[in-house]
C-alpha cells in the first residue's frame, strides 16, 4: 500500500476528488494548509501598506490506496489539479506498512 499526498490549490479541490471518485478511490482526508515552494508568496496592499504574504492557502489530500491503483489515481490528481501556473503544487508518496480498520479490526489493504 502508498500514500499519496497531493498539495493543491484550493479551488482545485472538487475536480480532483469528483476525478478521483469517477475511478473508484472515495476515501480521502483533507486539511487546509498553509505554505510556500518557488511562487515565494506575493505583496500586497492593506489600507497604503504593503505587505508580503510568505504563506499561501492549500489543501493537502491524503489517501491510502493499493499499490495496484497509485499509478493511476497519481495520473488523476496531476491532470484534475494542473493549472499550469506556478503553485500548482505537489504530489508526495510513500510506503504504507500497515493499516487497521478500528472498528472491525480488519488490516491491510481490507482495512484500506
Known amino acids: 500500500m502508498k500514500k499519496i499526498e497531493a498539495i493543491v490549490k484550493p479551488f482545485k479541490l472538487e475536480e480532483v476528488k469528483d476525478a478521483l471518485g469517477e475511478v473508484g478511490i472515495e476515501g480521502m482526508t483533507v486539511s487546509e494548509v498553509k505554505g510556500f515552494g518557488r511562487q515565494k508568496g506575493h505583496t500586497e496592499i492593506y489600507r497604503g501598506s504593503e505587505y508580503t504574504v510568505d504563506f499561501l492557502p492549500k489543501v493537502k489530500i491524503e489517501l491510502v490506496v493499493p499499490d495496484s491503483q497509485v499509478d493511476?489515481?497519481?495520473?488523476?490528481?496531476?491532470?484534475?489539479?494542473?493549472?499550469?501556473?506556478?503553485?500548482?503544487?505537489?504530489?508526495?508518496?510513500?510506503?504504507?506498512?500497515?493499516?487497521?480498520?478500528?472498528?472491525?479490526?480488519?488490516?491491510?489493504?481490507l482495512a484500506v
Open 72 to 109: 493511476n489515481a497519481v495520473a488523476v490528481i496531476l491532470k484534475s489539479a494542473k493549472t499550469g501556473k506556478i503553485g500548482d503544487g505537489k504530489v508526495f508518496i510513500s510506503e504504507i506498512t500497515e493499516a487497521i480498520r478500528i472498528r472491525t479490526e480488519e488490516k491491510g489493504e
